[in-house]
């Protein structure tokens, strides 16, 4: 029963895989790959090179420097995101006119595909004709240039990415929320308990599994979140918004010629620092009583 499904993994992920790391070992690029011209076939010159790709990429400035970035910009996106969709989660959790109506509002954005939303958001950030900066010019302030200048542009993409992530984030914690017995809060509140205190050592406690969890997840969405950043600034202006993901498909696919040894090369060091990241965070986890 389980062989269809390892065999579907083997094809959609274990191949690409195992093809990338290869490629990562050779100087493949767009001059010695196989490649069909007419009729003729020219057959792959490619040769193995060992760990020279990863040395190379290791000591480049421009690897650190778009991780640093790439750093920035996950533990923002999902820092305020988390934070976000906690707030809207216990809010959303109380008996209020129209709760269905606000979580079905709240949610919206996850059923609207990403790159209709990117588009989306790209008009609004206009510099001359968007929306946003017609309702500054309305309250006499300047224009703001959104995705022309590059801190501008750095909060633009994170803005967009949370508007993205709060839907996931929020209806995964109300879902948290709704698990924990009801009867916590209200022998808390005859003891004296308020507010904050039982949200501190009640609401926070029984959310840890799933929280946990959705952190995880949306971080390693966010590290390899290559639409809002593609689509929206293309990693400019410049390259001040590309994070590693963007970069590693520059190589591959926009620079000339293209380096698909390099690329693969950026690839496989994301997965690793990606696998470091869940290590590191699961083993923090069980250091605190939290056994997956």
Do not use: H
């Not at 406690?205 to 929206?232: A, D, E, Y």
Request: hydrophobic share 50%; net charge positive; proline share 4%.
């Amino acid at each position: 029963m389980v062989a269809p499904v390892v065999a579907v993994i083997g094809v959609i992920i274990g191949y690409p895989l195992v093809r990338g790391l290869y490629l990562s070992l050779t100087d493949a690029d767009e001059a010695n790959v196989e490649r069909t011209i007419g009729v003729n076939t020219i057959e792959a010159t490619y040769e193995f090179v060992g760990l020279e790709n990863y040395r190379t990429v290791l000591t480049d400035s421009v690897f650190w420097d778009r991780l640093g970035w790439t750093v920035v910009w996950t533990v923002a996106c999902v820092g305020f995101t988390f934070l976000i969709g906690l707030s809207l989660a216990n809010m959303l959790n109380r008996k209020l006119a129209g709760r269905t109506f606000y979580r079905m509002a709240l949610i919206l954005p996850w059923a609207i595909p990403a790159f209709v939303s990117v588009f989306t958001w790209r008009m609004l950030y206009n510099e001359k004709s968007g929306i946003l900066n017609s309702l500054l010019a309305g309250g006499g302030i300047d224009a703001v240039p959104w995705l022309n200048d590059p801190t501008w542009a750095k909060v633009s993409v994170i803005a967009v990415n949370i508007w993205l992530g709060v839907p996931f984030m929020l209806v995964a914690l109300l879902g948290g929320l709704q698990s924990i017995p009801k009867e916590l809060y209200e022998a808390a509140s005859m003891d004296g308990a308020n507010a904050w205190q039982r949200f501190r050592n009640i609401t926070l406690p029984g959310l840890r599994s799933v929280s946990s969890t959705v952190v995880l997840l949306s971080t390693i969405w966010t590290f390899n979140m290559f639409p809002v950043i593609f689509l929206l600034t293309r990693g400019g202006p410049g390259d001040s918004t590309e994070i590693l993901v963007t970069y590693a498909y520059r190589l591959s696919f926009v620079n000339s010629p293209r380096d698909y040894a390099g690329s693969a090369a950026w690839g496989v060091l994301i997965l690793l620092l990606l696998t470091l990241i869940a290590v590191v965070y699961r083993r923090a986890l069980r250091k605190q009583g939290e056994v997956w």
